[in-house]
């Protein structure tokens, strides 16, 4: 995700002050990673709340574990929820977030 979104002029930090989205890449297994990965997502949506962040994506193991879930729980909190096969499409939920709309450009294949 991290390429995909520098890849496509995003900076990136680890610092959720300074996004403008909030990607919280979370673990579903273990009790203590599940209550870590809930409590970034809320401490994500306070930022949105307060104005400091436009977005909160919520990725990873618990979203994929948990997705039904987590739709119907986090509604609020989260903007998207992506399951481990939509992470490749995250530009594309970045982007909507943010308002950016993007020309794509597509080279047909193949050429002579």
């Known amino acids: 995700m991290l390429g995909l979104l520098g890849g496509n002029d995003y900076g990136l930090t680890t610092d959720p002050l300074e996004a403008d989205v909030v990607i919280v890449n979370t673990c579903g297994f273990i009790g203590p990673a599940k209550e870590e990965s809930v409590d970034a997502i809320l401490a ?8 400091r962040c ?9 979203s994929q574990r948990y997705e039904t879930d987590l739709r119907q ?3 609020e909190e989260a903007d998207e929820i992506l399951t481990l096969s939509q ?10 977030l943010l308002g950016r709309d993007r020309e794509r450009y597509i080279d047909s294949l193949p050429r002579l």
């Open 44 to 51: 994500a949506h306070r930022l949105r709340r307060e104005g």
């Open 54 to 62: 436009r977005g909160v994506v919520v990725t990873g193991c618990l």
């Open 73 to 75: 729980e986090l509604a």
């Open 87 to 96: 992470e490749t499409d995250i530009v594309r939920y970045v982007d909507r």
